[in-house]
């Protein structure tokens, strides 16, 4: 994706409060990020691990996401798999649920998927970032394809949560 600045991200928020968009934490480091090797870019925030975020582009327009992570599925080291990129972790993968858009946010509506807990998915279906052994499935699909499909997942995800 095309590398993104801080306002722009803060602008792309579209499921918390402006203020809130102003204030969250954005990475420091925008410049060094793999931007190339990127569908979307996400992150936690480190003074409050519960709190992740994530901006992607769709359709030529930068969305972004304010996500809560629950901390029930962090520490177990069971294997689960993540409905993004479809990596399997051992304790890696988190709940992660996003304020819907609009009103229904406002009445507490909630969409949630399970995602790598470091939402770094896009180094892993490139094989940049490894997740250990048999954490993806041999599959005969082509690169471009596995890629195509995370954005797909990702997009359907945006998509329920600002419906
Ligand atoms: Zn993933």
Not at 41 to 56: C, F, I, N, T
Not at 75 to 83: D, H, I, K, P, V
Request: with cysteine; charged share 25%; net charge positive.
């Amino acid at each position: 994706m095309k590398p993104l600045t801080e306002s722009e991200i803060r602008r792309a928020f579209v499921n918390c409060g402006k203020g809130e968009a102003k204030r969250l934490h954005v990475p420091r480091d925008l410049a060094e990020r793999p931007w190339d090797d990127l569908d979307f870019l996400g992150w936690r925030d480190p003074q409050a691990p519960d709190r992740s975020y994530l901006v992607a582009e769709l359709d030529g327009r930068a969305v972004a996401l304010a996500l809560r992570s629950s901390s029930a599925v962090a520490g177990q080291a069971r294997l689960s798999m993540c409905s993004m990129c479809l990596t399997t972790h051992s304790g890696g993968v988190s709940l992660m649920v996003a304020a819907k858009t609009g009103k229904a946010g406002q009445q507490g509506n909630t969409v949630g998927a399970y995602m790598c807990s470091d939402l770094a998915c896009p180094l892993y279906v490139r094989g940049k970032k490894d997740a250990g052994v048999g954490a993806r499935l041999h599959e005969t699909l082509t690169l471009e394809e596995k890629i195509q499909r995370t954005v797909a997942n990702l997009a359907a995800f945006i998509a329920k949560v600002t419906a």
